[in-house]
Protein backbone atom coordinates (compact mmCIF):
# COMPACT_ATOMS: atom_id res chain seq x y z
CA UNK A 1 0.00 0.00 0.00
CA UNK A 2 1.25 3.10 -0.76
CA UNK A 3 2.55 5.80 2.26
CA UNK A 4 3.97 8.80 2.67
CA UNK A 5 7.66 8.73 4.37
CA UNK A 6 9.73 11.34 5.62
CA UNK A 7 13.01 11.70 6.77
CA UNK A 8 14.79 11.84 9.11
CA UNK A 9 13.00 10.52 11.70
CA UNK A 10 14.28 12.67 14.16
CA UNK A 11 17.20 15.76 13.39
CA UNK A 12 18.32 18.04 16.23
CA UNK A 13 19.91 21.12 15.29
CA UNK A 14 21.34 24.40 17.13
CA UNK A 15 19.71 27.64 17.30
CA UNK A 16 19.92 29.35 14.28
CA UNK A 17 20.62 26.68 12.01
CA UNK A 18 19.17 26.16 8.99
CA UNK A 19 16.73 22.89 8.56
CA UNK A 20 15.41 20.79 5.86
CA UNK A 21 12.82 18.35 6.68
CA UNK A 22 12.22 15.61 3.55
CA UNK A 23 8.62 14.24 2.50
CA UNK A 24 7.92 11.60 0.16
CA UNK A 25 3.96 11.78 -0.72
CA UNK A 26 2.16 9.18 -2.08
CA UNK A 27 2.99 9.51 -6.38
CA UNK A 28 0.53 9.87 -7.97
CA UNK A 29 -1.20 12.64 -5.04
CA UNK A 30 -1.16 16.58 -6.12
CA UNK A 31 -1.97 18.32 -2.91
CA UNK A 32 0.92 18.77 -0.23
CA UNK A 33 0.62 19.53 3.19
CA UNK A 34 3.16 20.47 6.31
CA UNK A 35 1.23 19.96 9.68
CA UNK A 36 3.50 20.63 13.15
CA UNK A 37 2.38 19.18 16.66
CA UNK A 38 4.55 20.88 19.61
CA UNK A 39 4.89 18.26 23.02
CA UNK A 40 1.36 18.10 24.30
CA UNK A 41 -0.20 20.83 21.96
CA UNK A 42 -2.50 19.54 18.94
CA UNK A 43 -1.46 19.34 15.40
CA UNK A 44 -1.84 22.47 13.63
CA UNK A 45 -1.84 22.95 10.09
CA UNK A 46 0.88 25.18 8.60
CA UNK A 47 1.00 25.28 4.51
CA UNK A 48 -0.73 23.14 1.50
CA UNK A 49 0.99 23.32 -1.61
CA UNK A 50 -0.71 22.54 -5.13
CA UNK A 51 0.95 23.38 -9.04
CA UNK A 52 3.91 24.25 -7.30
CA UNK A 53 2.90 27.01 -5.14
CA UNK A 54 1.17 27.70 -1.94
CA UNK A 55 -2.12 27.17 -1.74
CA UNK A 56 -2.70 28.27 1.94
CA UNK A 57 -0.22 29.23 5.07
CA UNK A 58 -1.17 29.59 8.54
CA UNK A 59 0.40 32.92 10.71
CA UNK A 60 3.15 30.46 12.30
CA UNK A 61 4.64 29.97 8.52
CA UNK A 62 6.23 33.17 8.63
CA UNK A 63 9.27 34.17 6.13
CA UNK A 64 11.89 31.86 8.10
CA UNK A 65 9.62 28.35 6.65
CA UNK A 66 9.63 27.89 2.87
CA UNK A 67 8.38 24.62 1.10
CA UNK A 68 9.43 23.69 -2.05
CA UNK A 69 8.83 20.31 -4.63
CA UNK A 70 12.01 20.27 -6.25
CA UNK A 71 11.55 17.28 -8.28
CA UNK A 72 8.94 14.87 -9.45
CA UNK A 73 8.71 13.07 -5.76
CA UNK A 74 10.29 15.06 -2.61
CA UNK A 75 8.35 18.13 -1.33
CA UNK A 76 10.35 19.56 1.56
CA UNK A 77 9.98 22.06 4.30
CA UNK A 78 13.07 24.41 5.10
CA UNK A 79 13.49 26.77 8.35
CA UNK A 80 16.09 29.02 7.88
CA UNK A 81 17.06 30.02 11.28
CA UNK A 82 15.75 27.94 13.83
CA UNK A 83 14.17 29.11 17.10
CA UNK A 84 13.91 26.51 20.15
CA UNK A 85 9.86 26.91 19.86
CA UNK A 86 10.40 25.06 16.37
CA UNK A 87 11.10 22.05 18.86
CA UNK A 88 7.82 20.11 17.68
CA UNK A 89 6.85 16.52 15.91
CA UNK A 90 6.45 18.06 11.77
CA UNK A 91 3.91 16.04 9.72
CA UNK A 92 4.22 15.70 5.89
CA UNK A 93 0.47 14.64 4.12
CA UNK A 94 -0.82 14.29 0.65
CA UNK A 95 -4.03 14.03 -1.23
CA UNK A 96 -5.17 12.72 -4.45
CA UNK A 97 -7.16 14.83 -6.96
CA UNK A 98 -10.84 14.33 -6.62
CA UNK A 99 -10.55 13.25 -3.15
CA UNK A 100 -10.64 14.61 0.86
CA UNK A 101 -8.30 12.35 2.61
CA UNK A 102 -5.15 13.58 3.81
CA UNK A 103 -2.70 10.88 4.21
CA UNK A 104 0.14 11.32 6.57
CA UNK A 105 3.86 10.67 7.28
CA UNK A 106 5.33 9.74 10.17
CA UNK A 107 6.67 12.69 11.32
CA UNK A 108 9.77 14.34 11.70
CA UNK A 109 11.01 15.70 15.50
CA UNK A 110 13.02 18.64 15.35
CA UNK A 111 14.92 19.25 18.51
CA UNK A 112 16.33 22.80 18.55
CA UNK A 113 18.83 23.22 21.49
CA UNK B 1 -13.15 29.72 11.32
CA UNK B 2 -13.55 26.28 12.15
CA UNK B 3 -12.91 24.67 15.25
CA UNK B 4 -12.95 21.48 17.23
CA UNK B 5 -13.06 20.75 21.02
CA UNK B 6 -12.10 17.24 22.42
CA UNK B 7 -13.80 18.23 26.01
CA UNK B 8 -11.71 14.48 27.68
CA UNK B 9 -7.44 15.26 27.69
CA UNK B 10 -7.59 11.44 28.95
CA UNK B 11 -9.67 8.34 29.30
CA UNK B 12 -9.16 5.24 31.07
CA UNK B 13 -11.00 2.52 30.73
CA UNK B 14 -10.74 -1.58 31.33
CA UNK B 15 -10.08 -3.74 28.74
CA UNK B 16 -13.14 -5.34 26.85
CA UNK B 17 -15.69 -2.21 28.15
CA UNK B 18 -17.03 -0.06 25.87
CA UNK B 19 -15.89 3.46 24.77
CA UNK B 20 -17.04 6.73 23.55
CA UNK B 21 -14.43 9.79 22.65
CA UNK B 22 -16.54 13.10 22.74
CA UNK B 23 -15.61 15.79 19.80
CA UNK B 24 -17.72 18.90 19.22
CA UNK B 25 -17.17 21.03 16.08
CA UNK B 26 -18.04 24.57 14.81
CA UNK B 27 -18.17 24.76 10.85
CA UNK B 28 -20.53 26.96 9.35
CA UNK B 29 -21.49 24.60 6.63
CA UNK B 30 -21.88 20.60 6.70
CA UNK B 31 -18.16 19.79 7.59
CA UNK B 32 -15.85 16.75 6.58
CA UNK B 33 -15.09 15.17 9.81
CA UNK B 34 -12.21 12.52 10.88
CA UNK B 35 -10.96 10.53 13.62
CA UNK B 36 -7.50 10.11 13.79
CA UNK B 37 -5.10 7.80 15.73
CA UNK B 38 -1.39 8.01 16.86
CA UNK B 39 0.52 5.60 18.55
CA UNK B 40 3.24 6.57 20.49
CA UNK B 41 5.96 7.11 17.84
CA UNK B 42 3.99 6.60 15.31
CA UNK B 43 2.24 9.02 12.46
CA UNK B 44 -1.27 9.76 12.38
CA UNK B 45 -3.41 6.77 10.79
CA UNK B 46 -7.04 7.36 9.86
CA UNK B 47 -9.79 5.87 11.37
CA UNK B 48 -12.59 6.77 9.61
CA UNK B 49 -14.39 9.75 8.14
CA UNK B 50 -17.92 11.62 7.34
CA UNK B 51 -18.52 13.26 4.22
CA UNK B 52 -22.51 13.03 3.44
CA UNK B 53 -24.81 10.88 3.76
CA UNK B 54 -25.31 7.77 6.70
CA UNK B 55 -24.51 9.41 9.93
CA UNK B 56 -23.30 6.70 11.48
CA UNK B 57 -19.75 6.03 9.72
CA UNK B 58 -18.05 2.37 10.09
CA UNK B 59 -13.69 2.45 10.48
CA UNK B 60 -11.22 0.57 11.36
CA UNK B 61 -9.91 -1.89 13.89
CA UNK B 62 -13.95 -1.81 15.05
CA UNK B 63 -14.56 2.06 15.42
CA UNK B 64 -17.55 3.86 14.67
CA UNK B 65 -18.80 7.43 15.04
CA UNK B 66 -22.38 9.13 14.93
CA UNK B 67 -22.45 12.42 12.95
CA UNK B 68 -25.11 14.56 15.20
CA UNK B 69 -25.99 18.08 13.41
CA UNK B 70 -28.24 19.04 16.21
CA UNK B 71 -25.48 18.83 18.72
CA UNK B 72 -22.07 19.70 16.54
CA UNK B 73 -20.52 16.36 17.46
CA UNK B 74 -18.69 13.72 15.38
CA UNK B 75 -18.42 11.14 18.64
CA UNK B 76 -16.38 7.80 18.17
CA UNK B 77 -17.33 4.51 19.71
CA UNK B 78 -16.13 0.78 20.10
CA UNK B 79 -18.09 -1.89 21.93
CA UNK B 80 -14.87 -3.01 22.96
CA UNK B 81 -11.94 -2.06 24.08
CA UNK B 82 -8.74 -4.14 23.50
CA UNK B 83 -4.90 -2.43 24.91
CA UNK B 84 -3.75 -2.12 21.84
CA UNK B 85 -6.36 0.39 21.38
CA UNK B 86 -4.32 2.68 23.91
CA UNK B 87 -3.37 5.73 21.88
CA UNK B 88 -4.01 9.21 21.42
CA UNK B 89 -7.29 10.23 19.20
CA UNK B 90 -7.72 13.17 17.18
CA UNK B 91 -10.82 14.63 15.55
CA UNK B 92 -10.55 16.78 13.02
CA UNK B 93 -12.49 19.33 10.55
CA UNK B 94 -12.09 19.86 7.37
CA UNK B 95 -13.43 23.17 5.55
CA UNK B 96 -15.22 22.16 2.71
CA UNK B 97 -15.53 23.47 -0.36
CA UNK B 98 -11.84 23.96 -1.05
CA UNK B 99 -9.77 21.45 -2.68
CA UNK B 100 -6.32 21.88 -1.09
CA UNK B 101 -8.38 22.60 2.62
CA UNK B 102 -6.68 22.07 5.43
CA UNK B 103 -7.75 20.20 8.68
CA UNK B 104 -8.21 21.55 11.96
CA UNK B 105 -7.68 19.13 14.45
CA UNK B 106 -8.62 18.70 18.12
CA UNK B 107 -6.66 18.65 21.19
CA UNK B 108 -6.80 15.11 21.58
CA UNK B 109 -7.82 12.44 23.73
CA UNK B 110 -5.41 9.98 25.82
CA UNK B 111 -6.74 6.69 25.53
CA UNK B 112 -5.45 4.69 28.94
CA UNK B 113 -6.64 0.83 28.85
CA UNK B 114 -6.35 -1.51 31.91
CA UNK B 115 -6.13 -4.79 31.88
Known amino acids: EPEVTQTPSHQVTQMGQEVILRCVPI?????FYWYRQILGQKVEFLVS????????KSEIFDDQFSVERPDGSNFTLKIRSTKLEDSAMYFC???????????FGPGTRLTVL | AQSVTQPDIHITVSEGASLELRCNYS??????LFWYVQSPGQGLQLLLK??????LVQGIKGFEAEFKRSQSSFNLRKPSVHWSDAAEYFC?????????????FGQGTILTVHP
Open chain 1, 93 to 103: ASKGQGGNEQF
Open chain 2, 92 to 104: AVLAGGTSYGKLT
Open chain 1, 27 to 31: SNHLY
Open chain 2, 50 to 55: YFSGDT
Open chain 1, 49 to 56: FYNNEISE
Open chain 2, 27 to 32: YGATPY
